[in-house]
């Protein structure tokens, strides 16, 4: 299992060096700058081959340099460090929406 650290800006850059360190063995660290995650620090994901698309559209764009492909598989994302309570996010819509009425 991943493992997930959090640490704000601050302690990123007093302890970089050691942080590090720890996405080396696998850790995810999320950086917080106030109570906002502004950065994340993982391992980089190795890249594999990926076949001709079969669409001749896709296939001039990438001959053209307009698009390129994906560079890894995609891979499911681990559950979010971060807990709201139901309904929060309707009220601070609503909240927003209320004050740009005002």
Same mark, same amino acid.
């Given at each position: 299992?991943?493992q997930?650290?959090?640490?704000c800006?601050e302690q990123?850059?007093?302890?970089?060096?050691?942080?590090?360190r720890?996405v080396?063995?696998?850790?995810?660290?999320l950086?917080?700058?106030?109570?906002? %995650?502004?950065?994340?620090l &993982?391992?980089?994901?190795?890249?594999?081959?990926? =076949?001709?698309?079969? !669409?001749?559209?896709? #296939?001039?764009?990438l001959?053209?340099?307009? %698009?390129?492909?994906?560079? &890894?598989?995609?891979?499911?994302?681990?559950?979010? =460090?971060?807990?709201? !309570?139901?309904?929060? #996010?309707?009220r601070?819509?609503?909240?927003?929406?209320g004050?740009?009425?005002?």
């Amino acid at each position: 299992m991943e493992q997930i650290k959090t640490v704000c800006v601050e302690q990123l850059r007093a302890n970089l060096s050691a942080h590090l360190r720890e996405v080396r063995r696998g850790t995810r660290i999320l950086v917080f700058d106030g109570n906002m %995650v502004i950065a994340e620090l &993982r391992e980089p994901v190795a890249s594999h081959e990926v =076949p001709e698309p079969a !669409d001749p559209v896709v #296939a001039e764009w990438l001959r053209e340099g307009l %698009v390129t492909l994906p560079s &890894r598989k995609k891979t499911p994302l681990p559950p979010s =460090p971060v807990h709201l !309570d139901n309904g929060i #996010a309707q009220r601070l819509l609503d909240e927003d929406r209320g004050a740009e009425r005002s």
